[in-house]
């Protein structure tokens, strides 16, 4: 892909035909032929013609009801929702955007709030957006494709949770979906019903997450997974195949108080939850050799579920990898590299359009610099993969 030293965490990406956009923290790119090559976009100009100043946490979709790029963007004050059609990213090379501001005042707020980890995804015929807001609280909110489409005033409605960081479900179908840990033995989902009004859910009791010792060393001796890392276990990947709903996290070796370690390094849980009968399925990847973290799923209307991750520590700097869960396992590396670190809150799987038999996986690691240049001794490599089956 490309090279840069700015922030290369939290990437997510979303294609469309030739049209691909991507970003992490604090860097955006449009690609009009596949990926071949990308133009920068700059989102704190996008901020700023807004009358806003950005911040951080960035997030990109590509939802087909609607026919269009969403692009949610954290500033100072707000949080943006931007809204572009195939068509425009392509002949704007992704620089023309409407743009809605969610502020304060848009959800009654006495006081500029600290909005938190953005996630989107979307169901038939309503995107969902998560969010936190300082305090430990989240909100779910859903907006009809009818009145994105339309792009003019917009009114949706939202629902807020006592939990944080809440994960929705792509691929939703009739209703939205969204999973959150209430603890390391129990995860919460809630369902949405697109004709309703009224939002449910239910706790559902899992075995307890390990969440002590998260750290494991690379060859060179460096630390992956530190406090450094943002890594915890929160849930950061569900998606919807079939009546199954599929929700993964990253998980430590050992459960609080306890003396022997569950697994050998830190590892990716997953639940497959019934949304029919509530029964929950329990599996994991893990490797005696190394670790597995930041894992983020999607699914297609094939039934096919993909996930993208992070791997590394003890003989193998970290890398990116891509692969499938339904059926048998089967998963790739896509870089290969003397590598520092890799992840952040998040990175994504999405499915591509409309090729659903593929997926797309935005990820990054950090290559050293040997030697340094101009002080800097690595260089982030954020990855944009296509892969399938």
């Not at 990054?364 to 040997?370: E, G, Q, V």
């Amino acid at each position: 892909m490309w090279h840069s030293r700015d922030d290369g965490w939290e990437t997510s990406a979303a294609q469309a035909f030739d049209n691909i956009f991507y970003t992490s923290n604090y860097l955006a790119a449009c690609s009009r032929d596949k990926g071949s090559t990308f133009q920068h976009v700059s989102p704190f100009k996008l901020a700023a013609s807004a009358g806003q100043t950005f911040c951080c946490d960035q997030v990109t979709e590509f939802v087909p009801g609607a026919n269009m790029f969403v692009w949610i963007l954290l500033t100072e004050t707000s949080m943006l929702m931007c809204l572009a059609t195939p068509d425009e990213l392509k002949s704007s090379k992704g620089k023309s955007w409407v743009v809605y501001s969610l502020d304060a005042a848009t959800f009654s707020f006495r006081e500029d709030p600290f909005f938190d980890y953005p996630q989107i995804s979307y169901g038939d015929d309503f995107l969902y957006l998560t969010f936190n807001v300082a305090g430990g609280n989240a909100f779910i909110c859903r907006f009809h494709y009818g009145q994105l489409r339309e792009r003019q005033t917009i009114n949706f409605q939202y629902f807020v949770a006592n939990n944080s960081y809440i994960c929705p479900c792509h691929m939703s179908g009739n209703r939205g979906l969204f999973v959150v840990q209430n603890n390391s033995s129990q995860l919460r989902l809630f369902s949405w019903m697109e004709n309703s009004n009224i939002i449910s859910w239910n706790d559902l009791n899992i075995e307890t997450i390990p969440t002590d010792d998260f750290e494991i060393r690379l060859p060179d001796n460096n630390v992956w997974l530190g406090p450094l890392s943002k890594i915890d276990t929160s849930v950061t990947g569900v998606t919807r195949e079939g009546n199954k709903v599929w929700a993964a996290w990253s998980g430590a070796r050992r459960v609080y108080n306890q003396h022997d370690n569950s697994f050998p390094h830190p590892h990716i849980g997953i639940a497959i939850i019934d949304i029919i009968s509530l029964k929950v399925e329990q599996r994991y990847l893990w490797n005696p050799e190394h670790a597995f973290a930041y894992p983020s799923l999607a699914s297609n209307p094939n039934g096919d579920v993909a996930i993208t991750f992070m791997w590394g520590g003890d003989r193998h700097y970290v890398q990116h990898g891509v692969g499938f869960l339904k059926g048998t396992t089967e998963l790739w590396s896509t870089t290969n590299s003397i590598a520092l670190t890799g992840g952040g809150h998040y990175i994504t799987a999405r499915m591509s359009y409309p090729e659903y038999r593929h997926f797309i996986g935005a990820g990054y690691n950090s290559p050293k610099l040997d030697p340094p240049v101009n002080g800097y001794t690595y260089e982030n490599h954020p990855r944009y993969v296509v892969f399938h089956r």
